[in-house]
C-alpha cells in the first residue's frame, strides 16, 4: 500500500486487498480484521498524502476500505478497548482524508456519520 515510488514500484490494491480477503478466511479473527481493514486505511491514506497521490481509483478504493473498517469494527464489542482504539485511529484517517481533496474526506464523513453515533470533530471545526 505504500510503494517506494521513487524506485518505480506500484501501488497494488489488488493485492492489499487479496491479504485482507486471505486473512477473513483463514481466520474468522474479527478483531485481527478490523485491525487490518484499519491498517489497510492508514497506509493507503498515509501514501497518498505524502507522496501526493491523486489516483482515482486509488482513493476510491480508500474510501470503500473506510467503509468497510468502520463496519466492521463498530460490529465489534462496544465494551472493548479494540473497538475504541480502531475506532480512534479511523478519526485520523478521517482527518487525513480531509486533506487529500477529490471528496474523499466528504465521503468519508458519511461513511463516518452512517456507523458512529456522534459525529467526529475536527481540528477545523474549533470544537477540541
Known amino acids: ?44 491514506a498515509g501514501f497518498c498524502q505524502d507522496v501526493a497521490y491523486q489516483d482515482a481509483a486509488y482513493l476510491d478504493a480508500l474510501v470503500r476500505m473506510f467503509g468497510q473498517a468502520l463496519r466492521t ?3 465489534l464489542s462496544v465494551s472493548g478497548t479494540i473497538r475504541n482504539r480502531l ?4 478519526d485520523r484517517v478521517l482527518d487525513v ?6 471528496g474523499v474526506g466528504d465521503d468519508m ?4 456519520a452512517e456507523f458512529v453515533p456522534f459525529p467526529k470533530r475536527r481540528a477545523s471545526d474549533g470544537n477540541r
Open 97 to 102: 482524508g480531509h486533506e487529500l481533496g477529490y
Open 1 to 44: 500500500m505504500w510503494p517506494d515510488v521513487f524506485r518505480g514500484e506500484e501501488a497494488s490494491v489488488l493485492k492489499a486487498k487479496r491479504a485482507i480477503s486471505d486473512y477473513r478466511k483463514a481466520s474468522g479473527d474479527a478483531d485481527g480484521l478490523a485491525e487490518l481493514m484499519v491498517y489497510y486505511c492508514e497506509q493507503a
Open 73 to 75: 469494527t463498530t460490529d
Open 87 to 90: 475506532l480512534e485511529r479511523l
Open 109 to 112: 464523513d458519511v461513511l463516518h
